[in-house]
């Protein structure tokens, strides 16, 4: 069974432009997280979409947006961007919201860097 | 306000001997607590975990033990390997009310030869 993908794998952008990331989770699983990882904050929960339902979301601005396709893709939306933006984003998938977390698998990310 | 803290960026410990990671939490009602590991270039993947009813939790090598009156709880590695060279995030849930997970900001493990 292939795992989590997500796309691009690195991407660099200038202050202000806006980026899309991808993310397609493991067959079967509907439901969707996204992370952000920077040196200084470690790991932080972005949103969770589950049935193309945005079902939980973390405490960042609105800049960062989320949404989920029929097919469980989903995408993660930064617009405006900031130096501070620059991390690796984390895409997870699990079969279903709610439950154990340890059904949660990571995808490998996307390094973005804004400059 | 890091509610889940990993006070130690970095550890170095001897291959063969025990790997104790440390992390806290300030939350007493967190219910369920997680780790996991994280190797360069790769998304993290579940090590072990423990709900807040129990005070240890045992897979192979891995322990995790829990001491909720202190908000404190540890991953010990026993013997410790090579290939547990990596950064290790403890996590919290608050499992009865949003299943939101917070992790801390990691503790990278150096296994040394």
């Known amino acids: 069974k292939a795992g989590v993908t997500q796309t691009p794998r690195y991407l660099i952008k200038t202050r202000g432009q806006q980026v899309t990331l991808s993310c397609s989770p493991i067959?079967?699983?509907?439901?969707v997280s996204w992370y952000q990882q920077t040196p200084g904050q470690g790991l932080q929960f972005l949103f969770e979409?589950?049935?193309?339902?945005?079902?939980n979301k973390g405490n960042f601005p609105g800049r960062f947006s989320g949404r989920q396709f029929s097919n469980s893709r989903s995408e993660m939306n930064v617009s405006t961007l900031e130096l501070g933006d620059s991390a690796l984003y984390l895409c997870?998938?699990?079969?279903?919201?709610?439950?154990?977390?340890?059904?949660?698998?990571f995808g490998p990310g996307t390094r973005l860097l804004v400059l | 306000d890091q509610q889940v803290k990993q006070n130690s960026p970095s550890l170095s410990v001897q291959e063969g001997r025990i790997s104790i990671l440390n992390c806290d939490y300030t939350?007493?009602?967190?219910?369920?607590f997680l780790w996991y590991k994280k190797y360069p270039a790769e998304g993290p993947t579940f090590l072990i975990s423990?709900?807040?009813?129990?005070d240890k939790n045992e897979d192979g090598r891995f322990t995790v033990f829990l001491n909720k009156s202190a908000k404190h709880l540890s991953l010990h590695i026993v013997p410790s390997q090579p290939g547990d060279s990596a950064v290790y995030f403890c996590?919290?849930?608050?499992?009865?009310?949003?299943?939101?997970?917070?992790f801390g900001k990691g503790t990278r493990l150096h296994i040394l030869p």
């Open positions: 996590a919290a849930v608050l499992r009865w009310l949003d299943d939101k997970i917070i």
């Open positions: 939350n007493s009602m967190f219910d369920y």
């Open positions: 979409y589950f049935s193309e339902t945005q079902r």
């Open positions: 067959s079967g699983h509907r439901s």
């Open positions: 997870a998938s699990r079969v279903t919201a709610g439950g154990i977390q340890e059904t949660q698998y």
């Open positions: 423990i709900s807040s009813i129990k």
